[in-house]
């Protein structure tokens, strides 16, 4: 199995910036691709920002042009870097790594999410 461990969390004023952490550990994984994801109170989870190992990324509507996702492959970790923070924007925000094991295949892993508050 994969273990997520999130960090990075917190309340920032509008406008602010904030930069999410998340690193995988485990044994005898690969990672295919790994992604934030968030969810609002009364909302269902909803996609913030994806990349595959190769780097391709993919961002929701709501945060394409100031948020930016990054991965450091050799620690794999991917990091989120959240500027012009706006209070909708406020929601727990969720690692979540797609990996492939030789016994089990392709499986998903989702850290315990991280509370991101934005002020106005």
């Known amino acids: 199995q994969v273990q997520l461990v999130e960090s990075g969390g917190g309340l920032v004023q509008s406008g602010g910036s904030l930069r999410l952490s998340c690193a995988a550990s485990?044994?005898?994984?690969?990672?295919?691709?790994m992604g934030w994801y968030r969810q609002a109170p009364g909302k269902e989870r909803e996609l913030v920002a994806t990349?595959?190992?190769?780097?391709?990324?993919n961002y929701g509507d709501s945060v394409k042009g100031r948020f930016t996702i990054s991965r450091d492959n050799a620690k794999n970790t991917v990091y989120l870097q959240m500027n012009s923070l706006k209070p909708e924007d406020t929601a727990v925000y969720y690692c979540?790594?797609?990996?492939?094991?030789?016994?089990?295949?392709?499986?998903?892993?989702w850290g315990q999410g991280t509370q991101v508050t934005v002020s106005s």
């Open positions: 979540n790594a797609n990996f492939r094991t030789p016994l089990f295949g392709t499986s998903d892993s």
């Open positions: 485990g044994s005898g994984f690969s990672i295919n691709a």
């Open positions: 990349i595959t190992s190769g780097g391709s990324t």
